[in-house]
């Protein structure tokens, strides 16, 4: 199957990327790696009339420190992500996540933003976000804005993105002595989307874990995170009895539904070993990131 036809323009700057979605006539669509936008056309499951490479915008490119955050530009590639000294001092999870994310060919060119933008609730990077704390920002007509990860999220592949708005950066707070973060998924075969995958970021007070950030991805609609798992953990040393106990409190918080590839109980099971085997590996010391 063949895309159906579309106009096609390249824009080098924010502002003309912004006019030329506000100057379409009929449905346009930001075009950035590719890797999930190019397959939905082709298959015909999108059908825009035009497309607005920002592929050239030099200025949502760029990996900085900026005061106590990580920004992180949104033309950012899988591949950067995976190799970036920067990233992996400050934000060790994201690199971790990014060696799950599919393969090399499509690592080179799918990007942080459209990862985020698109907001495939099976997809790595979205759950980081969301344990990590980020904030997004956002570039529109009005100006720029910044949303919190947590409300950034609204439903299957659906986001507060509003028509037209362009995501330009994520800002993610620099790992410090007293966090450990780690990511881990369970899939089929390596490159798969996870069948279950979990980002955790805890910030330990000397033994006591202070607080914990659990998103899952693969368990509902959007990149989930379990509360009651978190507070199992609060307040304890990281160890069998806490562990056990946010298995347990998982119930609480995730309700997968059946599916073609898994049932729901069978998730939920997969869900409950991988939070214990993310939290053991914590409970070992600190982590930094161990690119694959
Ligand atoms: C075979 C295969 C396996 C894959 N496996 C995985 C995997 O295991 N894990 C995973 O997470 N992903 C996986 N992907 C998806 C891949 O990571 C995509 O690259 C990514 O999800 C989208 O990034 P992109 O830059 O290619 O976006 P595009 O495909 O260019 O765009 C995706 C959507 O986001 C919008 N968009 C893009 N950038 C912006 C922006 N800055 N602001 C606003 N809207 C924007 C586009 O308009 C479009 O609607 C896989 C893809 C393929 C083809």
Redesign the pocket.
């Known amino acids: 199957m063949k895309a159906r036809a579309f106009d096609y323009r390249r824009v080098t700057s924010v502002t003309e990327a912004l006019a030329a979605y506000a100057g379409c006539r009929g449905e346009a669509?930001?075009?950035?790696?590719?890797?999930?936008?190019?397959?939905a056309l082709n298959l015909r499951l999108d059908g825009p009339d035009l497309l607005i490479d920002?592929g050239r915008i030099d200025t949502?490119r760029g990996i900085s420190v900026e005061g106590d955050a990580l920004r992180i530009g949104?033309l950012t590639r899988?591949a950067e992500t995976l190799s970036s000294p920067l990233i992996v001092a400050h934000a060790p999870i994201l690199t971790e996540a990014a060696a799950?994310?599919?393969h090399p060919a499509?690592r080179n060119?799918?990007?942080m933003?459209?990862?985020l933008?698109?907001a495939?609730p099976?997809?790595?990077?979205p759950a980081c976000m969301r344990a990590l704390g980020a904030v997004i920002e956002i570039a529109g007509p009005a100006g720029t804005r910044n949303v919190a990860a947590d409300d950034y999220f609204r439903d299957l592949f659906e986001t507060v993105?509003a028509p037209g708005?362009?995501?330009?950066a994520v800002r993610v707070p620099l790992a410090r002595p007293d966090i450990r973060m780690r990511f881990d998924e369970i899939a089929r075969r390596r490159?798969?989307?996870a069948m279950v995958g979990l980002a955790a970021h805890l910030a330990f007070s000397g033994d006591v874990v202070e607080t914990a950030r659990l998103a899952f991805c693969s368990v509902g609609p959007t990149p989930m995170r379990a509360p009651a798992a978190e507070s199992a953990l609060a307040g304890r040393s990281l160890g069998p009895e806490s562990i056990a106990a946010a298995k347990a409190a998982l119930a609480a918080d995730l309700a997968p539904d059946d599916d073609d590839a898994l049932s729901a109980a069978a998730r939920m099971h997969l869900a409950r070993v991988l939070l214990g085997r993310v939290l053991s590996a914590l409970g070992d010391g600190p982590q930094r990131a161990e690119a694959a």
């Open positions: 669509r930001y075009l950035a790696g590719g890797q999930s936008l190019l397959p920002i949502l949104a899988h799950f994310m599919a499509i060119l799918g990007t933003g459209g990862s933008a698109l495939d099976a997809s790595e990077l993105l708005e362009l995501l330009s490159g798969d989307y």
